[in-house]
C-alpha cells in the first residue's frame, strides 16, 4: 500500500453543478447536493437594504442593479430558467448542514459585513461555510472581525504574489486559476498553514493533475468529471 498517495481533494460545484442548470440558481445548487458534491460555490452581491442575492454578476436579467435594488425587487426578478434569485440566508437554511459551502463575495461594501456574518451565525452549521473573494480587503475586513472565520483570497492571471495576499489578509485558503498551479505554489500555501482550491477546473486530466499536486479542492462547472473512477 502506497501512504504516499495524495488525499483527495474536495470536489466542489461552481456555481452550483453551472454545467447543467442555469448558474447559481436553486436548480444547480439542489443538483450538486443529489450528485454528492463535498461542496458548492455560489457568488454574492448585497442589495441596498442589506439582503445578500446569489448572483454573479452585479446585474440582473433586465437590467436590474443588485446593489441598487431593494430585497423584494431582486425576488420579483428571475434567471433564465424563470426561477428568483436565491438569497444566502435561504441556501444556508437548506443546505448549509448538507455540503461545505463557499461564498465568493462579489461586491460587499463594508456595512453589508455585520449582514454576511450574521447570516452566517444563524445557520445550522457554521463550520460548513467559508467565504473568498477577489477584493482581498473584504477577507482582511473580514478576518479583523471574526479570526475564526474560513476565509480564502482569489488569484487569477494578473500579477500578484498570491502566498503574500494569504499573509497580508490572515487567509488560510487560495483560489487559484488551475492553470497557475505548481508544486511549488502548493507548498508555499501549505508552508503557511494553508491550502490550494483550484478553479475552473472541467477536465478529468487536469484533476489528475493537481490531485497530484496536492491541492485541496477542485472546483468546476462539471463536478462529475473531476471524481476518480471507482475500481
Known amino acids: 500500500m502506497n501512504n504516499l498517495a495524495p488525499r483527495l481533494p474536495l470536489v466542489i460545484a461552481h456555481r452550483g453543478a453551472s454545467g447543467h442548470a442555469v448558474e447559481n440558481s436553486w436548480h444547480a445548487i439542489g443538483l450538486a447536493v443529489s450528485m454528492g458534491c463535498e461542496g458548492i460555490e455560489i457568488d454574492v452581491h448585497a442589495t441596498r437594504d442589506g439582503a445578500l442575492v446569489v448572483h ?11 446593489g441598487h435594488a431593494t430585497r423584494d425587487q431582486v425576488l420579483d426578478s428571475a434567471l433564465a430558467d424563470d426561477s428568483a434569485p436565491p ?59 471574526r479570526p475564526d472565520l474560513s476565509l480564502g483570497v482569489l488569484s487569477a492571471s494578473y500579477p500578484l504574489d498570491p ?21 511549488a505554489l502548493v507548498e508555499a500555501a501549505h508552508a503557511l498553514g494553508g491550502q490550494v482550491i483550484a478553479w475552473t477546473v472541467n477536465s478529468r486530466r ?26
Open 206 to 231: 487536469d484533476a489528475e493533475r493537481l490531485t497530484t499536486l496536492g491541492v485541496a479542492g477542485l472546483c468546476g462547472n462539471w463536478p462529475e468529471r473531476l471524481r476518480a473512477p471507482e475500481g
Open 56 to 66: 454573479h454578476d452585479p446585474v440582473l436579467r433586465g437590467g436590474l442593479v443588485i
Open 163 to 183: 502566498v503574500a495576499a494569504m499573509r497580508d489578509t490572515g487567509a488560510r485558503t487560495l483560489w487559484q486559476e488551475h492553470h497557475l498551479i505548481d508544486a
Open 87 to 145: 438569497l444566502l440566508d435561504a441556501v444556508l437554511a437548506r443546505y448549509g448542514a448538507a455540503i461545505q459551502i463557499f461564498i465568493e463575495a462579489k461586491s460587499l461594501p463594508p456595512g453589508a459585513d455585520a449582514a454576511l456574518l450574521a447570516i452566517i451565525d444563524a445557520s445550522a452549521a457554521p463550520g460548513n461555510l467559508h467565504v473568498h473573494a477577489f477584493d482581498h480587503r473584504i477577507i482582511a475586513r473580514l478576518g479583523a472581525l
